[in-house]
């Protein structure tokens, strides 16, 4: 299986830092690398699709980037509604493991 | 608009079989830009990858290592809704499970958790 590493695991920030969240895969996966954003009790979101296309409805402070095996997530100018827990995922290949997602708190 | 409705028991007995099903709005299971994912999380496991079913002249079906020996999923084309069932659950199987679509977005095959259904909260106890 490919194995997802995300760091770090959690991250305190305030409203307006830039964020970078990083995404390792024990392998290659080319570019297809997916992000999600997981607010408790609700479901998970798709905020970035094939490393750097923005999900539709999602704003435009979101940003992936990379290919191969490291990937980023960028969030620039962080809102209140942000906070959240954000997890990679690769679709390259079955089983399509998740990262074990990066808490970003406020400080 | 897509939408994915589960339904299915929040508690199970291990000598049961945990069973989930999620019905389809807006799309149809045997499309052929789509696949069918569940996905499961728990706090010791995360978010972990259970299987899917998907079209493409003939249906096909995948399962994560941790499942396949007990794992079936079954999909309803007149319904329009595929299921989980998981054989012989242990408490290690309490989770919140999700059903997933996964749009393919380009011809590569590969696909991206657009929508999903509610969750189950699913809890395995005698």
């Known amino acids: 299986d490919i194995q997802m590493t995300q760091s770090p695991s959690s991250l305190s920030a305030s409203i307006g830092d830039r964020v970078t969240i990083t995404c390792r895969a024990s392998?290659?996966?080319?570019?297809?690398l997916n992000w999600y954003q997981h607010k408790p009790g609700k479901v998970p979101e798709l905020l970035i699709y094939?490393?750097?296309n923005l999900q539709s409805g999602v704003p435009s402070r979101f940003s992936g980037s990379g290919s191969g095996t490291e990937f980023t997530l960028t969030i620039t100018s962080l809102q209140p509604e942000d906070f959240a827990t954000y997890y990679c995922?690769?679709?390259?290949?079955?089983?399509?493991?998740f990262g074990q997602g990066t808490r970003l708190e406020t400080k | 608009q897509v939408q994915l409705q589960q339904s299915g028991p929040g508690l199970v007995k291990p000598s049961q079989t945990l069973s989930l099903t999620c019905a389809i709005s807006g799309d149809t299971v045997s499309s052929g830009t789509a696949a069918w994912h569940w996905i499961r999380q728990s706090p010791s496991r995360g978010l972990e990858w259970l299987g899917r079913t998907y079209y493409r002249s003939m249906w096909f079906t995948d399962y994560g290592a941790s499942v396949k020996s007990r794992m079936i999923i079954k999909r309803d084309t007149s319904e329009n809704h595929f299921s989980l069932h998981l054989q012989s659950p242990t408490p290690e199987d309490s989770a919140i499970y999700y059903c997933a679509r996964g749009i393919f977005y380009d011809t590569t095959g590969y696909d991206a958790f657009d929508i999903w259904g509610q969750g189950t909260l699913v809890t395995v106890a005698s």
């Open positions: 094939a490393a750097s």
């Open positions: 995922q690769q679709s390259f290949t079955t089983p399509h493991t």
């Open positions: 392998q290659s996966i080319t570019s297809s």
